[in-house]
């Protein structure tokens, strides 16, 4: 699995999520460190992920969500990405 992802919401206002991926032992350490980076908690929290809304407004949101790997899987950086937009 990459260490990061971007994806499209399909669900109320448009939505841009931003999925960062954590190993299993230390995905608890992940969410304190970016609530203290982004002094405040995260808006939604399950067991095994969390989603941080960095920006919104009625017809759109930015958001970080971290997202706990199960054991023994790991995230591989990668060396380049690409992105496309639809406009």
Known sequence: LPVWGIRRVHCGPEIL??????SFDNYEDAVRLYEMILQKEATMQKSS?????LYATQIIAVQL????????V?????ESSALQFKV
């Not at 790991?74 to 990668?78: F, G, I, R, Y």
């Open 49 to 53: 992920f969390c989603i941080f809304v």
């Open 17 to 22: 999520r931003v999925t960062l991926y954590c």
């Open 65 to 72: 969500c971290l997202k706990q790997l199960p054991i023994g």
């Open 74 to 78: 790991a995230a591989e950086p990668k």
